[in-house]
């Protein structure tokens, strides 16, 4: 089912033109961030396929986030994800100058042997390439075989992370249980195992960028689930 839905949004078969709206929640959500002063927009995903809800999302990105965005932003965060891949390929190409000079930078990788079209790095050439005259950065998967070449490159990235204006990611896991499976990486399944042994799954909110997060949306400092990431 699933792939058959994405199959039929990818292909055109099926577009979308309204976006049902989670008024209440987005109220509840607006009040708990209060203090970064940014509009909040939820989409009314409840009982719906999980891939029409990423539609929705991704749909809402492209036609209120993006558009809202300032001119020439110097570096956007993208993250990995079916929702944001949906986001760039729904993006409208631009010939004006509105992204121009923009970086897009991926904001996590994945060794070679498993790149997808979900990745950030493939987004990031995506984005670039429908948005006239940005640019895309490449972000290199860090492991003890890394060469020199890409350590340079990591902190190169390092420094230009600070210039982020925005980042669209997703955060996934909240008020979820954990569940392991075949599709799941070796390091993630090791992370998992770690939070039940130590009996920590009912304080783990969520995963984001490598990072676990309690409901507070604190990172959960422990020594050696940070070793096994």
Known sequence: MHAMV????????VQITNVPRNEELGKKVENEFRNYNVPVIVADTNNLERVIGAELVAFLATTKALPELKYHPDVIGLGSSYTIARMCEL??????????GTHWLPLNSFPAEN???????YIALCMANRHNKSIA????FMNDNTSETDLKIF?????????IDTAFITVNGLGQKFSSS????????????????????????????????????????????????
Do not use: C, W
């Open 115 to 121: 790149t997808v079209l979900q990745a950030a790095n």
């Open 155 to 163: 902190d190169e990235i390092k420094e230009i992370v600070r210039g």
């Open 91 to 100: 993006s409208y190409p631009t010939s004006g100058h509105k992204f121009s």
């Open 137 to 140: 950065l490449y972000l290199p």
């Open 182 to 229: 075949d599709g799941r990486s070796f390091r993630l399944k090791r992370v998992e195992e770690l939070i039940y042994q130590k009996q920590m799954e009912n304080d783990v909110a969520g995963e984001l960028l490598g990072l676990y997060l309690d409901r507070d949306g604190t990172v959960i400092d422990d020594e050696e689930i940070r070793q096994a990431m």
């Open 6 to 13: 994405s199959t039929l949004f990818r292909s055109g078969g």
